[in-house]
């Protein structure tokens, strides 16, 4: 599978963060992930976007937000 920046599944992702409170913005080849104002002093998360970030994405919400994602939105 290619690396694609901004694919479908990514962006259904982004559109799930966005529902939780989260602040998506594309910088340059990566992403920026800020967390909600209920969570000031948590840190941004930045990946590139890729597919292959997805589990990555998972793993890191869960330790460093404490959110556990839904995987249901990817049958969506």
């Not at 340059?28 to 909600?36: C, G, H, L, Y």
């Not at 840190?43 to 249901?72: C, M, N, W």
């Amino acid at each position: 599978m290619a690396r694609k920046h901004g694919s479908a599944e990514v962006n259904k992702l982004f559109k799930e963060l966005q529902r939780l409170g989260f602040r998506v913005e594309r910088a340059k080849r990566t992403f920026v992930i800020f967390p909600p104002d209920s969570m000031p002093d948590k840190p941004k998360y930045k990946t590139h976007g890729t597919p292959q970030a997805v589990k990555a994405i998972y793993s890191d919400f869960r330790k460093i937000y404490g959110v556990e994602l839904d995987p249901k939105w990817r049958a969506q």
